[in-house]
């Protein structure tokens, strides 16, 4: 018995002692520590760290589960994902960073192209400027984008190895050293195709375009929906956006300050712009630019129609209308050589018979004849006058050379004729305006729709507003289902929230199959009660009312006939003339004696001194 005791007592002893080391690394073991020191939480989030920053670096890489068949995985095609303009590894995608560029203090306000010459040449900045924070972020962000482009593009290749001959903290030899691995003919090949200037030229009118690989299945291509690309603003080809053309126009010299819904009016209007602002440069670049959207735009919404016939047709029509001088905006700029006097190019001396009656014509018209016949625009009302009254009896060669302006050699004649001289430039833009007219007559229901859409637009609130945007985001996620079947519907009933046809119940519920017109909102129909009683307070009936000047208040409520609501209006007018206070009448006056008077009787009163 004393020995069982004596050794369990030993062998306590030993435990308390702890000789094995047991109880020191279970403790340890509670507080994260192992047996040689180390701290296991700091060790498993450095290794979360290192994972994370593996996966940013690494998007495309592929996250390995325990369970996974490795031999099934090595037997896989690796899937590496590049940017459309890195073209499957050919060339250098370096937009982002040539923005951090230019946008930098040690940087430069150049072109994409010019930045491909010298993003290569750390060298050439100032050491003043490399000590700077942006600097240091901007050279890591390029060394990593072009690290992540060589393993992508040459994962046989130990980076890790080239790099431990390299300095680490020398970013500048590091890319150095990069670039030389990828090598120059990656940078010649992305060069050349920079400066192909009909590819840049078309992709920049087709941005929806795309890039086709030679090793592209074009049969599958063939098979695939195509992509268009609208702007919001022109909500998938429905309306048209010409805001920037609207900013182009109010700052320029031939357009006016007006409100966007008036330019919609007037930008299809080119002859109203007299002829003096369409010679100008910047009315041409203007008309080219318009030009050029409206053929963007048309290209996209009807894609089947052969624009270059209708622009040939437009073409033979206009040269035939300009050698006749019947261009609208532009009579008699292309007449061939005729018998046309030359006063009659602006005025018909024939009516005149003194020079004074030919001053009363006005400054402005005697300076354009003058300028039509090449004669000096100068001086006084009547020595203008004078001068043009020298060619109704003496022709143009015989006059003397003092009167023609400077530089003219005078008009041409043939017998008492005069040949104008028509522009190339005068030309060009007579036949801008000619197809851009033409387009406008084959987008005429979208220019009509937008005009409506932009007035809308200023009736609404904003929470209409917000409303609307949410109905059309459904409508276009609705829309998108092009693979669901057709929803049987033999009913023609409503559809619910869901895209599907309303319960008949809940259609005879609402009273939907009932129809209400209202004249004010130009016999637009409503569909059921609830929508009849709402549309008072829309934008389409609270516009009717604006336009027949009658406030949308709620006695007009019910109301939709035109008539009805004019009776009203003048009822309620009559009614407030009736209601109004009137002084003469209802003012009060008290005498000495305490008789009490309106104004008008004690006005009477004491004017008479009977008061």
Same mark, same amino acid.
């Given at each position: 018995?004393?020995?069982?005791?004596?050794?369990?007592?030993?062998?306590?002893?030993?435990?308390?002692?702890?000789?094995?080391?047991?109880?020191?690394?279970?403790?340890?073991?509670?507080?994260?520590?192992?047996?040689?020191?180390?701290?296991?939480?700091?060790?498993?989030?450095?290794?979360?760290?290192?994972?994370?920053?593996?996966?940013?670096?690494?998007?495309?890489?592929?996250?390995?589960?325990?369970?996974? #068949? $490795?031999? +099934?995985? *090595?037997? !896989?095609?690796?899937?590496?994902? %590049?940017?459309?303009? /890195?073209?499957?590894?050919?060339?250098?995608?370096?937009?982002?960073?040539?923005?951090?560029?230019?946008?930098?203090?040690?940087?430069?306000?150049?072109?994409?192209?010019?930045?491909?010459?010298?993003?290569?040449?750390?060298?050439?900045?100032?050491?003043?400027?490399?000590?700077?924070?942006?600097?240091? #972020? $901007?050279? +890591?962000? *390029?060394? !990593?984008?072009?690290?992540?482009? %060589?393993?992508?593009? /040459?994962?046989?290749?130990?980076?890790?190895?080239?790099?431990?001959?390299?300095?680490?903290?020398?970013?500048?030899?590091?890319?150095?050293?990069?670039?030389?691995?990828?090598?120059?003919?990656?940078?010649?090949?992305?060069?050349?195709?920079?400066?192909?200037?009909?590819?840049?030229?078309?992709?920049?009118?087709?941005?929806?375009?795309?890039?086709?690989?030679?090793?592209?299945?074009?049969?599958?291509?063939?098979?695939?929906?195509?992509?268009?690309?609208?702007?919001?603003?022109?909500?998938?080809?429905?309306?048209?956006?010409?805001?920037?053309?609207?900013?182009?126009?109010?700052?320029?010299?031939?357009?006016?300050?007006?409100?966007?819904?008036?330019?919609?009016?007037?930008?299809?209007?080119?002859?109203?712009?007299?002829?003096?602002?369409?010679?100008?440069?910047?009315?041409?670049?203007?008309?080219?630019?318009?030009?050029?959207?409206?053929?963007?735009?048309?290209?996209?919404?009807?894609?089947?129609?052969?624009?270059?016939?209708?622009?040939?047709?437009?073409?033979?029509?206009?040269?035939?209308?300009?050698?006749?001088?019947?261009?609208?905006?532009?009579?008699?700029?292309?007449?061939?050589?005729?018998?046309?006097?030359?006063?009659?190019?602006?005025?018909?001396?024939?009516?005149?018979?003194?020079?004074?009656?030919?001053?009363?014509?006005?400054?402005?018209?005697?300076?354009?004849?003058?300028?039509?016949?090449?004669?000096?625009?100068?001086?006084?009302?009547?020595?203008?006058?004078?001068?043009?009254?020298?060619?109704?009896?003496?022709?143009?060669?015989?006059?003397?050379?003092?009167?023609?302006?400077?530089?003219?050699?005078?008009?041409?004649?043939?017998?008492?004729?005069?040949?104008?001289?028509?522009?190339?430039?005068?030309?060009?833009?007579?036949?801008?305006?000619?197809?851009?007219?033409?387009?406008?007559?084959?987008?005429?229901?979208?220019?009509?729709?937008?005009?409506?859409?932009?007035?809308?637009?200023?009736?609404?609130?904003?929470?209409?507003?917000?409303?609307?945007?949410?109905?059309?985001?459904?409508?276009?996620?609705?829309?998108?289902?092009?693979?669901?079947?057709?929803?049987?519907?033999?009913?023609?009933?409503?559809?619910?929230?869901?895209?599907?046809?309303?319960?008949?119940?809940?259609?005879?519920?609402?009273?939907?199959?009932?129809?209400?017109?209202?004249?004010?909102?130009?016999?637009?129909?409503?569909?059921?009660?609830?929508?009849?009683?709402?549309?008072?307070?829309?934008?389409?009936?609270?516009?009717?009312?604006?336009?027949?000047?009658?406030?949308?208040?709620?006695?007009?409520?019910?109301?939709?006939?035109?008539?009805?609501?004019?009776?009203?209006?003048?009822?309620?007018?009559?009614?407030?003339?009736?209601?109004?206070?009137?002084?003469?009448?209802?003012?009060?006056?008290?005498?000495?004696?305490?008789?009490?008077?309106?104004?008008?009787?004690?006005?009477?009163?004491?004017?008479?001194?009977?008061?």
């Amino acid at each position: 018995m004393m020995e069982q005791i004596t050794s369990s007592t030993n062998k306590l002893i030993e435990i308390y002692e702890d000789k094995d080391g047991a109880r020191k690394d279970e403790i340890a073991a509670l507080g994260g520590q192992t047996a040689t020191g180390t701290n296991v939480f700091s060790a498993f989030y450095d290794r979360l760290k290192e994972i994370r920053e593996y996966h940013r670096r690494h998007p495309a890489a592929r996250v390995l589960d325990a369970n996974d #068949e $490795y031999e +099934q995985l *090595l037997k !896989e095609e690796p899937q590496i994902e %590049f940017s459309g303009e /890195e073209a499957v590894g050919r060339y250098l995608d370096l937009h982002e960073l040539f923005n951090d560029y230019i946008n930098s203090k040690f940087g430069e306000k150049i072109e994409y192209s010019a930045y491909l010459d010298v993003f290569s040449q750390p060298e050439k900045i100032s050491r003043k400027l490399k000590l700077t924070r942006q600097y240091q #972020e $901007y050279m +890591q962000k *390029l060394l !990593e984008y072009l690290i992540y482009f %060589f393993e992508r593009t /040459e994962p046989l290749q130990d980076l890790d190895r080239i790099f431990s001959k390299v300095f680490a903290s020398e970013f500048r030899l590091i890319l150095l050293t990069t670039i030389a691995i990828i090598g120059k003919q990656s940078f010649l090949n992305f060069r050349t195709y920079i400066y192909e200037l009909e590819i840049r030229e078309y992709h920049r009118r087709h941005p929806a375009a795309r890039v086709l690989d030679a090793n592209d299945e074009y049969e599958q291509l063939l098979k695939e929906e195509p992509q268009i690309e609208f702007s919001g603003e022109e909500a998938v080809g429905r309306y048209l956006d010409l805001h920037e053309l609207f900013n182009d126009y109010i700052n320029s010299k031939f357009g006016e300050k007006i409100e966007y819904s008036a330019y919609l009016n007037v930008f299809s209007q080119p002859e109203k712009i007299s002829r003096k602002l369409k010679l100008t440069r910047q009315y041409q670049e203007y008309m080219q630019k318009l030009l050029e959207y409206l053929i963007y735009f048309f290209e996209r919404t009807e894609p089947l129609q052969d624009l270059d016939r209708i622009f040939s047709k437009v073409v033979t029509e206009f040269e035939e209308q300009w050698t006749n001088g019947k261009v609208e905006g532009w009579e008699n700029e292309g007449q061939e050589n005729g018998n046309i006097p030359a006063e009659h190019s602006a005025i018909d001396l024939d009516y005149y018979t003194a020079v004074e009656e030919l001053m009363e014509v006005g400054p402005e018209r005697l300076k354009e004849a003058l300028a039509a016949l090449g004669l000096k625009t100068g001086g006084t009302v009547q020595q203008r006058a004078e001068r043009l009254y020298l060619t109704k009896h003496t022709p143009l060669e015989k006059l003397d050379r003092k009167h023609f302006a400077k530089g003219s050699h005078g008009p041409q004649q043939n017998g008492n004729a005069l040949t104008p001289q028509p522009s190339a430039d005068a030309k060009e833009i007579a036949l801008i305006e000619a197809k851009f007219k033409r387009l406008c007559d084959l987008l005429q229901e979208i220019i009509v729709r937008t005009k409506e859409n932009v007035e809308k637009k200023q009736a609404l609130t904003y929470e209409e507003m917000e409303a609307e945007r949410d109905e059309e985001d459904v409508q276009a996620e609705s829309e998108s289902d092009d693979d669901e079947q057709q929803i049987y519907n033999p009913l023609k009933l409503p559809m619910g929230w869901d895209g599907k046809p309303i319960p008949y119940w809940l259609y005879k519920l609402h009273g939907l199959g009932q129809e209400f017109k209202c004249e004010i909102c130009g016999n637009h129909s409503y569909w059921g009660r609830r929508a009849y009683e709402r549309h008072f307070k829309e934008w389409r009936h609270q516009h009717g009312m604006r336009c027949l000047g009658i406030p949308n208040t709620k006695n007009f409520n019910e109301i939709t006939s035109i008539e009805e609501a004019k009776q009203l209006w003048e009822r309620i007018q009559e009614r407030q003339g009736l209601n109004k206070w009137r002084p003469d009448l209802e003012e009060e006056y008290e005498d000495q004696e305490g008789n009490i008077y309106n104004k008008k009787t004690y006005s009477d009163l004491q004017r008479q001194g009977l008061i």
